[in-house]
């Protein structure tokens, strides 16, 4: 009787492993390796995305190709190989290198025609290869994103979440010369670099229906935000002020103390003075400026550079002076008083 409870105990306890799955996990080339996702960067999207028919193909990419009328290649994934081509039964090597997800549809169809009457090709994108793109500075996500499918700048800016709110209002790309200049009659090319540049303003890739500067990224582009400009303004001044430049190339003095509020009343107008930062040291080089002349129409205006600091000093002959005329005026009615009385006793 032991022995038969030994036995039916042993059934029941192979029975549970079974429906747990232990049994897949000791079977080498079974139902748990198969499936197993297919090997491949992390990066690559792992299900089917919808892309535009003109998504251009190219090595690595992954396809799956549906044609109802033929067993041997409907639902089958095929990836292209590193020299562009792709192996098809029946229709042999096609060089999808190059061509748009529409132009291998028109291409795998033609050569099926030799086979089937009126063949039905579809192909669906499911892995795409890595082709990544860096967005560095102040974006609200920055790092690096693989390139799925066609985007434009707009698109992955929208996938990396934006800019920081102090981020600077212009955007600048940077692409490789082995990807083509970016087509844009604003971009320059620096041929020592062997790269191509072009600053946009992000006011008009959200506020145009089409802008012309939402250009289709390429790979290893770099996309890259700087924190926004400024100039500092400190002293005798209505607000003690960090101001942006913002869309604006510069900035002015007038500009900048207008924006801060303006002179106090015991400031020193003809002798304010600008530090710019010295290139390669801690230092400032202190520049004067007599802003009572600027206002006056007498002199020129004077235009800022990023980071400088306006200060604007105290004026020590109105801060004493003009305390002690207060104190006098206000005394005045005293005075007047204390003559009156000392006539009406006489």
Not at 113 to 125: A, F, G, N
Not at 317 to 322: A, C, G, K, M
Request: charged share 20%; no cysteine.
């Amino acid at each position: 009787m032991t022995e038969i409870m030994i036995r039916f105990r042993l059934a029941a306890l192979l029975a549970i492993m079974s429906i747990i799955g232990f049994g897949q996990i000791q079977q080498p080339g079974g139902l748990a390796q198969q499936n197993q996702p297919l090997p491949g960067n992390g990066n690559l999207a792992q299900s089917p995305v919808s892309v535009r028919p003109d998504y251009v193909l190219g090595p690595n990419d992954q396809i799956l190709i549906r044609v109802p009328q033929s067993d041997e290649i409907n639902e089958k994934p095929f990836r292209i190989a590193t020299d562009g081509f792709i192996d098809l039964p029946l229709v042999g090597r096609i060089k999808a290198d190059g061509l748009t997800v529409q132009a291998l549809e028109a291409e795998i169809t033609n050569r099926l025609r030799e086979y089937i009457r009126q063949p039905l090709v579809s192909i669906t994108v499911t892995q795409f290869r890595s082709e990544p793109v860096f967005f560095v500075g102040d974006f609200k996500a920055p790092g690096i994103y693989p390139l799925q499918g066609r985007r434009t700048l707009v698109e992955m800016l929208t996938a990396v979440g934006g800019i920081q709110p102090n981020a600077s209002r212009r955007i600048k790309v940077t692409r490789r010369s082995e990807y083509g200049p970016i087509p844009s009659p604003n971009a320059i090319v620096d041929s020592a670099r062997k790269v191509s540049t072009l600053e946009v303003s992000l006011d008009s890739l959200t506020q145009e229906i089409n802008p012309a500067e939402d250009i289709v990224l390429q790979a290893y582009d770099i996309v890259s935000v700087e924190r926004a400009e400024r100039v500092y303004v400190s002293g005798e001044v209505g607000k003690v002020s960090a101001i942006e430049f913002g869309e604006r190339d510069s900035i002015s003095v007038a500009q900048a103390l207008t924006e801060a509020g303006g002179f106090t009343q015991f400031a020193k107008r003809d002798k304010v003075r600008v530090l710019r930062p010295i290139l390669g040291t801690n230092r400032r080089a202190a520049i004067e400026i007599d802003v009572k002349r600027v206002f006056e129409g007498k002199d020129v205006d004077f235009p800022l550079q990023p980071n400088d600091v306006i200060f604007v000093s105290r004026d020590s002959t109105r801060s004493v002076l003009q305390p002690a005329a207060v104190s006098f005026i206000g005394s005045i009615p005293y005075f007047i008083t204390t003559i009156l009385t000392v006539f009406t006793l006489h």
